[in-house]
């Protein structure tokens, strides 16, 4: 996606080989407008496929999916990382890893939001080695509910969450896809 590997040139800082940082357009600050676009081009990459609901992970998952949400005219659900006094009874839980703030986390669903029988597409802001997306994939099917769809908004490809999602049979749209960081510059697959 043209405008995205636009916008992550410009206002994307390079932190170290392995960490792009993003704040000022995606997950501190939203350029809705950007985000919009980004919804609406996975769904098109999606067109065809049927989907109930969009699942994320909470915090910086939400902008883009409640965007594609919104075009797909489906519920967003959020996977909260973060302990709740309303929410604590009635739960799927999984623990994931967090490559950019190295350490687990426990993520939470409330049982009422996720069906039997459900087509969920997962939407996620970055892809490294795949535990948040693998996690919320674990409680869509441990919902009786299935992972129709993947959309990453950026693939780190020199990681292998892209791989091993595929290799588990997981459909991955990613709408770009960083070859390296190496020497300070993102450098995009085709």
Known sequence: MKALQDKIRQDGIVLSDQV???DSFLNH???????????QEFVRRFEGVTFDKVLTLESSGIAPAVMTALTLQVPLVFARKHKSLTLKDDLYVETVYSFTKQVHNE???SRKFLAPGERILIIDDFLA???ATFGMARIIESAGATVAGVGIVIEKSFQDGARRLK???YRVESLARIASLGEQKVTFLP
Request: hydrophobic share 50%; aromatic share 4%.
């Open 167 to 169: 290799e588990a049979g």
């Open 129 to 131: 080695y795949g535990e």
């Open 107 to 109: 993520i939470t669903i």
């Open 29 to 39: 600050m939203v350029d809705p407008q950007l985000m919009l676009e980004v919804g």
């Open 20 to 22: 792009l940082k993003v």
